[in-house]
């Protein structure tokens, strides 16, 4: 089985992590930081989030249900 | 269809398992199990229609289609898919926008249920349901990307239970 690192630079390649980050966020300021308790206003990632960790949390998912 | 979804989802682990997470997550979108979507009974059935979200770009930077034949860039349009039973949080939910006649009472009532007016997204999330966008094939087959557990994102644990039909 792919290990996480392999999986996070399939993922991340060609742009790396900062710069995904970046991307993902919403364009527009957010103004109220606790309306990104459940859903998005324009992005992939809520101010709080970590790119890595979002990756990371879902292949997880998916190993413990493939095993 | 919940059949043919299931043999090509279990195809798709054969492949997992010999050859890693990238050809299984290609095989998991493939045009068969997509086509889920637009068949109209048992587990796929789409319940929750169609909402605009805004157009999403890759933002991964693709243009056109990706070599698997999907768009890398989504109309905003987003599938919710059902998954089993109506829970009892979108009963309640839908009860009470029957019931209101006001817009202000339903607030109230809505906020004894936990949901803020206009939450039928965190609704239909809570009741089990997914939520996929156009883009969503392209993000998983093109750069292994799953977006999370977040009601405006593809779980992939719900992503497993939809095509599973659990």
Same mark, same amino acid.
């Given at each position: 089985?792919?290990?996480?690192?392999?999986?996070?630079?399939?993922?991340?390649?060609?742009?790396?992590?900062?710069?995904?980050?970046?991307?993902?966020?919403?364009?527009?300021?957010?103004?109220?930081?606790?309306?990104?308790?459940?859903?998005?206003?324009? /992005?992939?990632?809520?101010?709080?989030?970590?790119?890595?960790?979002?990756?990371?949390?879902?292949?997880?998912?998916?190993?413990?249900?493939?095993? | 269809?919940?059949?043919?979804?299931?043999?090509?989802?279990?195809?798709?682990?054969?492949?997992?398992?010999?050859?890693?997470?990238?050809?299984?997550?290609?095989?998991?979108?493939?045009?068969?199990?997509?086509?889920?979507?637009?068949?109209?009974?048992?587990?796929?059935?789409?319940?929750? /229609?169609?909402?605009?979200?805004?157009?999403?770009?890759?933002?991964?930077?693709?243009?056109?289609?990706?070599?698997?034949?999907?768009?890398?860039?989504?109309?905003?349009?987003?599938?919710?898919?059902?998954?089993?039973?109506?829970?009892?949080?979108?009963?309640?939910?839908?009860?009470?926008?029957?019931?209101?006649?006001?817009?202000?009472?339903?607030?109230?009532?809505?906020?004894?249920?936990?949901?803020?007016?206009?939450?039928?997204?965190?609704?239909?999330?809570?009741?089990?349901?997914?939520?996929?966008?156009?883009?969503?094939?392209?993000?998983?087959?093109?750069?292994?990307?799953?977006?999370?557990?977040?009601?405006?994102?593809?779980?992939?644990?719900?992503?497993?239970?939809?095509?599973? /039909?659990?």
């Amino acid at each position: 089985m792919e290990s996480f690192d392999d999986i996070l630079r399939k993922v991340t390649a060609g742009i790396g992590v900062e710069e995904l980050e970046r991307r993902l966020r919403p364009r527009n300021p957010v103004r109220d930081e606790s309306q990104w308790s459940d859903y998005s206003s324009g /992005g992939f990632l809520a101010p709080d989030e970590n790119f890595v960790d979002v990756v990371r949390a879902d292949y997880e998912t998916l190993a413990r249900w493939l095993s | 269809m919940a059949k043919l979804a299931s043999s090509i989802l279990m195809k798709g682990e054969s492949t997992y398992k010999k050859r890693g997470f990238g050809d299984w997550l290609r095989n998991l979108f493939s045009k068969d199990v997509v086509r889920v979507g637009d068949f109209d009974s048992g587990n796929f059935k789409i319940d929750g /229609g169609i909402v605009s979200l805004g157009i999403q770009s890759c933002p991964f930077g693709c243009k056109g289609k990706d070599k698997y034949g999907y768009n890398s860039f989504g109309s905003g349009q987003v599938y919710v898919e059902r998954i089993g039973e109506r829970s009892e949080l979108l009963e309640k939910y839908v009860e009470i926008q029957m019931e209101t006649e006001d817009m202000e009472s339903e607030k109230e009532r809505l906020k004894e249920i936990g949901i803020e007016y206009g939450g039928m997204i965190k609704v239909m999330y809570l009741s089990s349901f997914t939520v996929v966008s156009d883009l969503t094939p392209h993000l998983i087959a093109s750069h292994n990307f799953f977006q999370g557990d977040a009601s405006y994102r593809t779980d992939p644990k719900k992503l497993l239970e939809a095509f599973r /039909g659990v």
